[in-house]
C-alpha cells in the first residue's frame, strides 16, 4: 500500500522561506504525478502545485506563482515545495498526494489516490 509523508512544516516569521518534504513509498512513486494541497482552517482545500511523473510538466497556482516551487528527486523517492517570501495568509496544513492518472488529471483533487497526513505550517506577522 503506497504511502506519504511530509515533513518540514513549523513556524516561521513572514518574509521567511521552508522547504517542505514528502516521501513515497509502496510503489507510488516514479509512474505518479505528485502534488501539493494546502488547506487553511475553515477553508477548502486548494491545489498549490503539480509535477509530472517523468518532472517535464509543472504546474503552479497563480496564488502562489513567484513564491513556490516544485521539484521532485525520482532516485529519493521525495517531492519538494520550497516557499518563499511566506505571508500569513500562507498558514495551512500543507498536504501531498499522488496520482496516476493522465497530466490533465492533476488538476482535480478527486483525481488523487494517495494522500500524506499533513504538515502545519504556521506564519508570524
Known amino acids: 500500500q503506497g504511502q506519504l509523508v511530509e515533513s518540514g512544516g513549523g513556524l516561521v516569521q513572514a518574509g521567511g522561506s521552508l522547504r517542505l518534504s514528502c516521501a513515497a513509498s509502496?510503489?507510488?512513486?516514479?509512474?505518479?504525478?505528485l502534488a501539493w494541497f494546502r488547506q487553511p482552517p475553515g477553508k477548502e482545500r486548494e491545489l498549490l502545485a503539480a509535477?509530472?511523473?517523468?518532472?517535464?510538466?509543472?504546474y503552479i497556482s497563480d496564488s502562489v506563482k513567484g513564491r513556490f516551487t516544485i521539484s521532485r528527486d525520482n532516485a529519493g523517492s521525495t517531492v519538494y515545495l520550497h516557499m518563499d517570501t511566506l505571508k500569513p495568509d500562507d498558514a495551512a496544513v500543507y498536504y501531498c498526494?499522488?496520482?496516476?492518472?493522465?497530466?490533465?488529471?492533476?488538476?482535480?483533487?478527486?483525481?488523487?489516490?494517495?494522500w500524506g497526513q499533513g504538515t502545519q505550517v504556521t506564519v508570524s506577522s
Open positions: 498526494a499522488a496520482e496516476k492518472g493522465n497530466w490533465g488529471d492533476a488538476f482535480r483533487a478527486g483525481s488523487y489516490d494517495f
Open positions: 509535477i509530472s511523473a517523468s518532472a517535464d510538466s509543472t
Open positions: 509502496g510503489g507510488i512513486f516514479s509512474s505518479y504525478a
